[in-house]
């Protein structure tokens, strides 16, 4: 009988583990961004993804979640604005990766012309220490002339540079780099798009990502014209010894991943690849048209799927998902996804909060020792123009500035939705996990009244003066 009830016990107690394993990813549904999703790119570091994608202005954002569900609803940080005439503005397809224990923010930028696409090149930026929110600061750009899509690989043990450029048509290019920020050869074009499915609109190679396991190299890239429901991802390998040169490499004759009528899916393209947080499977992110009409523009939602590996060591990429189809996600995932945030006072650790929770035009927004209450709970939702609305869980209203003043000292409270820029936020990295909370009609911050540690002080906008008063920490929960 005790052998009987061990044995039922372990069998209990594995159900139970295998439970939580089956609970241990949150599921979520594509897409991971709907608004500015093209050309998106996603990482996974301490316990977060960081997503960039196309901004189509002067700034990178990034959005960071402990799960790919909570990418779809977590608010966009800015962490850099065009700081240079000639490269001000159309940001394009940012990409992070990590080099020598620092952070490398690769970009697209141009000049603000109404024929911009010939100005852009291509640029990267450094961040100060370990963290992907940056700060960072601008390291030179990385060609003279066009070039599209920079990414970075270590292959042997050298680093490479690859890009997009034309030259009659848009073909990938490579060259050899002495440091993340140095080009140190000429560019070398590596692969032109000979393949009538790659020729589609305009004969276009693009977007190439490199995808490497046991010892082998690919690379992926897009190809056809951007703007038609063709536009789809090819597959380079590595075969030779130089990945500079055209000769090493072998290209896939076929596509490897595709429009998906079916599905509803169309114009798949522009990926980026990533790791579930254990390690154990492999995953890709990409942009789509949910109509084949659709065309390249901010249009393109950010789209994630798992993918496979055949049995011969290539890459299985699939059929693209259906938007909306419920599917589980990366394994090692925590299992819940936060829908609301708190907002956390770095002087004085108390969180935001409409005060005692009314529900009135007006109520005025304090500081107090956080609790968990709704009325400390937020919702950070983006507007699609790099801004948001902060929307209280417990009132349904949002933050604003009152009577849309411009002075210092200005309350913050809440109204109701007027959808005017005194009622719109943008969030910018500071250090350490924060970022200021700038209004976007004045320019102001959120501040707590003379810095006080007190229950119940004011928060009111102010000029930024960077101070600890003036920099939150956005929680999620």
């Not at 962490?79 to 697209?108: F, Q, T």
């Not at 948001?388 to 949002?398: P, S």
Request: aromatic letters at 8%.
């Amino acid at each position: 009988m005790a052998r009987r009830l061990l044995t039922l016990l372990a069998a209990l107690l594995l159900a139970l583990s295998l439970g939580q394993s089956s609970a241990s990813a949150a599921s979520f549904a594509n897409p991971v961004k709907s608004v500015k999703g093209a050309d998106p790119w996603i990482t996974y570091h301490d316990g977060n993804y960081h997503l960039v994608s196309t901004s189509w202005t002067d700034v990178i954002t990034i959005r960071r979640s402990p799960t790919l569900a909570g990418l779809a609803t977590a608010p966009g940080i800015q962490v850099w604005k065009g700081d240079d005439p000639s490269r001000c503005c159309n940001i394009w397809a940012p990409e992070l990766h990590h080099l020598n224990g620092r952070w490398y923010l690769y970009y697209v930028a141009g000049q603000n012309v109404s024929d911009y696409n010939p100005t852009q090149r291509s640029h990267v930026l450094e961040s100060a220490g370990p963290d992907p929110m940056g700060p960072y600061t601008y390291r030179g750009r990385l060609n003279a002339s066009w070039m599209l899509d920079p990414t970075v690989a270590d292959i042997n043990g050298q680093l490479y540079l690859f890009g997009s450029t034309h030259d009659g048509t848009q073909n990938i290019v490579a060259a050899r780099m002495s440091n993340p920020y140095t080009v140190s050869s000429s560019f070398s074009t590596v692969a032109r798009p000979t393949h009538d499915w790659e020729r589609s609109g305009a004969p276009v190679n693009e977007g190439p990502e490199i995808l490497q396991r046991n010892g082998r190299t690919f690379l992926v890239y897009s190809a056809s014209g951007c703007w038609t429901p063709d536009y789809k991802l090819g597959q380079l390998e590595l075969t030779g010894r130089d990945p500079a040169s055209a000769s090493s490499w072998t290209k896939k004759p076929t596509p490897l991943f595709q429009r998906s009528d079916g599905n509803g899916v169309y114009g798949p393209g522009h990926n980026g690849f990533f790791t579930s947080p254990d390690g154990t499977e492999s995953w890709i992110v990409y942009h789509a048209n949910d109509s084949a009409s659709d065309g390249c523009d901010n249009g393109r939602t950010a789209r994630a799927q798992k993918f496979t590996w055949n049995s011969d060591g290539t890459p299985h990429l699939g059929t693209p998902l259906r938007l909306g189809a419920s599917v589980s996600g990366p394994s090692g995932e925590p299992s819940g996804v936060a829908a609301t945030y708190t907002l956390t006072n770095r002087n004085s650790g108390k969180c935001l909060e409409v005060s005692g929770g009314s529900p009135a035009d007006g109520a005025n927004v304090v500081q107090r020792a956080c609790d968990g209450g709704s009325q400390q709970r937020w919702r950070l939702q983006d507007l699609g123009d790099d801004t948001h609305r902060l929307l209280n869980a417990a009132t349904g209203k949002v933050l604003d500035t009152a009577d849309c003043s411009a002075a210092d000292g200005a309350d913050l409270r809440q109204w109701s939705w007027l959808d005017n820029p005194c009622q719109r936020f943008r969030f910018l990295a500071t250090d350490s996990g924060h970022v200021r909370i700038v209004n976007q009609a004045t320019g102001k911050v959120a501040d707590v009244a003379d810095c006080s540690t007190a229950d119940a002080a004011d928060v009111r906008q102010w000029t930024w003066l960077n101070n600890a008063c003036q920099q939150w920490r956005l929680n999620p929960v």
